[in-house]
Structures are given as structure tokens and as C-alpha cells.
């Protein structure tokens, strides 16, 4: 009866029904049905994360109003997840390997709820910027979790049909959270209403500009029940996950997700002696750290082409949407063309780099020609393009990482992954701000998409080590 309610597939050559085990040697691999509750749980609290980590960016001009924010307080909001995810992922790959998947995701969730419940704490103007300030470090602390975790979720529910599926899924879900709030958070907190028939570009600047905008009070009742509906959602998470989220499944689905991997010491010697990982590790960084942080200028870049803020917050939320959805139909595609997996990657760098160079083509003039002139219709084609492309190459990319490391955990993997592009994103960024130039932009898109074809294509080998074992066995 057991057997019955736990399980919708047994994969075995002989069963014995009476004590549900093999009668030789053969293990015994099961897909359960509830993996799809693991995968769903998991990538809503990756959404949820998201959107909290990017709550005063989509609304920052409200706050800014309503609770005298500034723009280096929505500046450091934005890079505080960043700057603690590196310095927390060392500490998360030793406990992810101590604890396993269930305490860890407790202990994320419950990062994020503790953040979001401070954030509804009724405080003065000082209190509530440093309790902001403290939530989004709760938020980045969380972060390790969501960007690490999913090849190894994958791995370990999933059989080798479904685990580039199931990656690409957890890995683009999270940007559900980043187009909600561009989307939902304008709508439910409103714009400052200005009495005086000039602008404002920082109404609380100084007091005697106070008195200008008229609808305050709304706004912080609208900003406060834009947080406590984030509260609710991080809590109903965590309360799932504490009810239902087992660390692995009683059996495993697959002969690789049953082998053992290396402790962390071991992992490390291994890595370093891995070439193939570090040249795939550069491509990422490269990847991330162009294409995220291109995004956080993206407004401002464009800005100097008149192409108004609405329109690049809608050319922002449609890069994401196509990418998530176009991104997981390339998964569930290269679940089924396992052995083409370095062709598929190197044609989507191709692809991100073209559009990367196009685009900066027609926005420095390089090329006097109408088909490179710039248009809002060009930025709309060109950043669709490098949107699909980049959510469509991440999720394989991390697949063929984890390959390449085995037999280092897929969580560990992934978690030094993520570190470098962070380290890669935080240079970008430190670049560009140090010169004062958004145009500099530009350049840096095609220097880091540049470097990451080569060193994908020239010094990362096509191995499917996992889809091996899972065929001999």
C-alpha cells in the first residue's frame, strides 16, 4: 500500500513485491510523484526571494518620497544581496554539505521570512532605512540557497531525462519574482503627487520641499502593504517547507544521483586540478556579469537615446518573460539532446554576442548605414534576442559544470559558480562606476561576451559523465 501512495514509477529489472526489494543486486531507482511539489515549492520561494532582494528598485521614486530615501540608499538596497552572497557562500557550501537540502532550506526560508517581518516593523525615517538595510542582507544570505541549489535538486529527484527540465525551471523561475515587482509594485504604490507646477527630482531633499507632495501619507500606507504582502508570501513558504520537504527521496531516481560524491576538502583538490571547470566558471561570470549588470544601467544607458523610462522598464519585463519562457522550452529541448549540449551553448553565445554588437553598433554610430541606425524597434529586437539567449544558456551551462566537477556535489558546484560571477558582476559595475560613463557600458558588453565564446569553445570539452553511468547501468 505504501508503495502504491509514495511512488508513480519503479525502475528495477527484478522486483520482489512482498519486501519491495530486488532479489539480486540491481538497486532499485523511483521517481515520486511529489518532486513536482519540491521543484514548484522551491522555485516560488525563488521568486518570492527575488522579488524582496528587488522591492525599492521598481518603486524607488515613492520611497524616496514617502520614507526620505535617497539614491545611494536604493544603490546599496540593490548591491547589499550581492556583496553578502560572497561573503556567505563559503560557509553555505560547508554546511550544504553537513546538512543537506532540508536544514539548509529551512534555514534560507526563514532568512527571508525574518527579513520581511522586519521590514513591517512602524518605524521613524532612520530606523526604517537601517531596517531595510539589515532585510536586504537576510535577503542575500538567502541567495546562496536560490543560486546554487537547483542542479543539485534536479539531480537528486529527478531521472536524467528531466534534469536539464528541472534545472532550467528552478533557474529562470526566480525572475518571475524580478518581473512581478517591475510589473505589480508600480501598480499598487503610486507616484508622487507634486503641487508645485515644477519638478522634483528629490522631493525630500530638504523640509521646505515637503510640502509639495501631497499624497505622502498613501504612499506609505501603500509601500507598508506592499510589504506585508511580501511577509505573508515568505511566510507561507517557509511554513510549507517546514511541513513537507524531505532532504532526498527514499530511493533514488537514477544511478548517478545514487553515486557518492566527494566531501568538501576532496572537492576542492578536484576542482583545482579541473581546467575544463575554470574555463566554464569564466564563461558564466562573463555572461552574468555583462548581461545583469547592462540591465541595472539599462534605464540610464538608453536614456541618452530619448527612450523614455516606461519604455525601458517594458523592454526590461519582456526580456525576462521571453527569456524564462523561451529558456525552458530550450531545456526541456536539450533534455533530449544531451550529447549536443556544447553546440547548443556555443550557438547562444554567438547569438548574445551578435545582438550585444549590433546593438552597440547603432547606439555609438559606428556604422552610418539605415539597417544599423538606432530605433526603439531595434532596442525591443536586440534586447528580446540577448534575453532569450542568456536565460536559455545559463540553466545549461550550470548542467554542464556540474558534469565536468563530478564527482563534486552539484550544490557545490554551482555555489562557486555563482561566487565568481559575482565577483565578475561586482567588477562590472565597479568599472563602470569608477569611469562615470554609462556609455562605457557598451564596451564592457563586448569585451566580457567576447572573452566567454572563447573560452567556452576552445577550452571546455562536451562530457556527459553522469549520462554515462545512468547508460551502464
Known amino acids: 500500500m505504501q508503495k502504491d501512495l509514495d511512488t508513480d514509477v519503479l525502475i528495477t529489472n527484478e522486483i520482489n513485491d512482498d519486501d519491495n526489494t530486488s532479489e539480486s543486486n540491481t538497486p532499485v531507482y523511483r521517481l515520486y510523484w511529489y518532486r513536482w511539489y519540491v521543484i514548484l515549492l522551491f522555485s516560488f520561494f525563488a521568486a518570492v526571494q527575488t522579488g524582496i532582494a528587488n522591492t525599492w528598485g521598481p518603486i524607488s521614486v515613492s520611497a524616496k518620497a514617502a520614507l526620505n530615501f535617497t539614491d545611494c540608499d536604493i544603490e546599496l538596497f540593490t548591491s547589499l544581496p550581492a556583496g553578502v552572497l560572497l561573503i556567505c557562500t563559503p ?37 526604517t532605512k537601517i531596517i531595510a538595510q539589515i532585510a536586504q542582507c537576510f535577503a542575500g544570505m538567502a541567495s546562496c540557497f536560490v543560486l546554487s541549489v537547483p542542479p543539485m535538486l534536479s539531480n537528486v529527484w529527478f531521472p536524467p531525462g528531466q534534469r536539464i527540465s528541472a534545472t532550467s525551471f528552478m533557474v529562470l523561475f526566480g525572475n518571475v519574482g524580478a518581473v512581478f515587482s517591475f510589473f505589480v509594485e508600480p501598480k499598487m504604490v503610486t507616484a508622487p503627487t507634486n503641487s508645485s507646477p515644477h519638478n522634483i527630482s528629490h522631493p525630500l531633499q530638504n523640509s521646505n520641499m515637503t510640502g509639495n507632495i501631497t499624497n505622502i501619507p498613501e504612499m506609505r500606507k501603500e509601500i507598508h502593504n506592499l510589504l506585508y504582502m511580501y511577509c505573508g508570501m515568505a511566510v507561507a513558504i517557509f511554513l510549507c517547507v517546514l511541513a513537507f520537504f524531505p532532504n532526498k527521496p527514499p530511493l533514488p531516481p537514477s544511478p548517478s544521483a545514487k553515486a557518492s560524491r566527494l566531501g568538501l576538502k576532496d572537492s576542492i583538490k578536484h576542482l583545482a586540478k579541473v581546467r575544463a571547470f575554470w574555463a566554464v566558471s569564466l564563461t558564466q561570470a562573463c555572461v552574468i556579469a555583462a548581461y545583469y549588470s547592462w540591465s541595472g544601467v539599462f534605464a540610464d544607458l538608453y536614456s541618452y537615446f530619448n527612450v523614455p523610462q516606461a519604455v525601458s522598464g517594458n523592454i526590461a519585463a519582456m526580456m525576462n518573460v521571453a527569456g524564462v519562457t523561451i529558456g525552458f522550452l530550450v531545456g526541456w529541448c536539450s533534455d533530449h539532446m544531451k550529447k549536443r549540449l556544447k553546440v547548443i551553448i556555443s550557438l547562444l553565445l554567438i547569438l548574445i554576442l551578435l545582438a550585444y554588437a549590433y546593438l552597440v553598433i547603432a547606439t555609438m554610430k559606428w556604422i552610418d548605414w539605415p539597417p544599423f541606425h538606432f530605433t526603439t524597434v531595434t532596442l525591443w529586437v536586440c534586447c528580446i534576442i540577448i534575453g532569450i539567449g542568456v536565460n536559455s544558456v545559463l540553466p545549461l551551462i550550470t548542467e554542464i559544470s556540474v558534469d565536468l566537477a563530478y564527482p563534486v556535489s552539484e550544490g557545490t558546484t554551482n555555489a562557486i559558480l555563482m561566487w565568481f560571477a559575482m565577483v565578475a558582476q561586482i567588477t562590472f559595475v565597479t568599472v563602470l ?6 556609455i562605457i557600458a557598451n564596451y564592457l558588453l563586448l569585451i566580457f561576451s567576447g572573452i566567454a565564446i572563447p573560452s567556452f569553445v576552445f577550452f571546455v570539452p562536451q562530457r556527459n559523465i553522469r549520462m554515462e553511468i545512468d547508460t551502464k547501468a
Open 91 to 127: 560557509f553555505f557550501i560547508f554546511y550544504l554539505d553537513k546538512w543537506g537540502l532540508r536544514l539548509q532550506f529551512i534555514a534560507a526560508s526563514l532568512s527571508v521570512c525574518v527579513g520581511a517581518g522586519l521590514r513591517c516593523i512602524p518605524a521613524d525615517y532612520l530606523t
Open 433 to 438: 562606476s569608477s569611469l562615470n560613463d554609462q
